[in-house]
T-cell receptor
């Protein structure tokens, strides 16, 4: 069964450093998302991406964040200058869209980001 | 502020019993509703979606939606210890069923005792 994959599973970085989190969405899906979950808190939406552009972003997704689909399979989240409060699990998700009319979002295993 | 509310639990049920999980949401235009299961340290796993008022059954799981009351629930029949997890209610607050963010509740922790 196709699934969303994410790398790395755990990233440790120093405050102020740039990190890139990588995702491979399910191959025939059209919509891609990033969410984050701070330990013990709710899953929070960051950004959605469709047709090679951002379709929606939250107030969390400020100028320090960017997303890119550099090729036909990868979807990346970049944090330019990490802060301590960026420490969280980051989940990539994808949904079919298109003629299916479905919005079920399937999540990858996550990347645990630790900012020291 | 669009909100999704769940009782945080923990909800403890004996093995073989029915577990009932509830969720309310604030945005009346919401059209799509989802239940995810999240084991500790893992990612959310989709277990049910529901789009229309009424009940939707899938195996031991039944989702119930009442848009007039802005209420969605999940019943788990014949609960097993492996069902012990946090159950997340998620709502798509949009008239469109295409794309768009999900708003998650804080989750209900379910514990099924052997």
């Amino acid at each position: 069964e196709p699934e969303v994959t994410q790398t790395p599973s755990h990233q440790v970085t120093q405050m102020g450093q740039e990190v890139i989190l990588r995702c491979v969405p399910i191959s025939n899906h059209l919509y891609f998302y990033w969410y984050r979950q701070i330990l013990g808190q709710k899953v929070e939406f960051l950004v959605s991406f469709y047709n090679n552009e951002i379709s929606e972003k939250s107030e969390i997704f400020d100028d320090q964040f960017s997303v890119e689909r550099p090729d036909g399979s990868n979807f990346t989240l970049k944090i330019r200058s990490t802060k301590l409060e960026d420490s969280a699990m980051y989940f990539c998700a994808s949904s079919p869209g298109g003629a299916s009319g479905r919005n079920e979002q399937f999540f990858g295993p996550g990347t645990r980001l630790t900012v020291l | 502020q669009k909100e999704v509310e769940q009782n945080s639990g923990p909800l403890s049920v004996p093995e073989g019993a029915i577990a009932s999980l509830n969720c309310t949401y604030s945005d009346r235009v919401s059209q799509s509703f989802f239940w995810y299961r999240q084991y500790s340290g893992k990612s959310p796993e989709l277990i049910m979606s529901i789009y229309s008022n009424g009940d939707k059954e899938d195996g031991r799981f039944t989702a119930q939606l009442n848009k007039a009351s802005q209420y969605v629930s999940l019943l788990i029949r014949d609960s097993q210890p492996s069902d012990s997890a946090t159950y997340l209610c998620a709502v798509h607050p949009s008239l469109s069923n295409q794309g768009g963010k999900l708003i998650f509740g804080q989750g209900t922790e379910l514990s099924v005792k052997p």
